[in-house]
C-alpha cells in the first residue's frame, strides 16, 4: 500500500446500488458517529452525536433519516439493540440496512488486524486522510465514534460497488 491516498473511479451504476445518491454509517452507541458519503464514493459529512439515553435515540433516528435526501443505504456497526432500531425505521422506509462488524471493516481496509490497544487511533489517523481525500473540512477535534462511522462508510461504499477498492494507503 502506498503512503497516499489516491482517488479511484466510482462506479454510479453499480450492480445491486439502489438509486438514492447517499450512504449513512452509523458508529452505534448512546454516542453515535454519523457520517456521510455521496455516489462518488466520498465523505460529505460526519458528526458525533450523544443520545444519553436509548429513548432519546429512539425518537431521533427518524428526524435524521429525514434529513438525509435520497438515502439510498445505512451501514451499521455496534449494539445489536441500537441496530435494531436503525433497522426498524429503515425497513419502514425501504432503505436496506447493512451490519458489519469491526473485524469485517478493519481488516477490508487495513489488510490487517490491529491490535485493539491501537485500533481507536488508527482509526483517527485514517479517517483524517479520508476527510482530507474528500475534501470536507478538516475537525480541530476527532470523536472516535465519529472516527469510525467514517471508515464504517468507506467500507460501505466498497460493499455497495459505489467504489471499486478503498484509497490506497
Known sequence: MSAGWDPLPSRPEAPGATRGATLLAVDLGLRSGLAEYGRDGRLRSYRSTNFGKPERLKRAIGGILDGIEGLARIVV??????????????????????RVTPETWREALLGRLPPAEDAKGIADVLARKVIDWSGC????????????????????????????????L
Open 77 to 98: 456497526e455496534g449494539d445489536r439493540r441500537l441496530a435494531e432500531r436503525w433497522q426498524k425505521e429503515a425497513v419502514r422506509r425501504g432503505v436496506p440496512v447493512v
Open 137 to 168: 473540512a478538516r475537525p480541530t477535534s476527532l470523536r472516535h465514534d465519529a472516527a469510525e462511522a467514517i471508515l464504517i462508510g468507506l467500507w460501505g461504499v466498497v460493499d455497495a460497488g459505489w467504489l471499486d477498492a478503498p484509497p490506497r
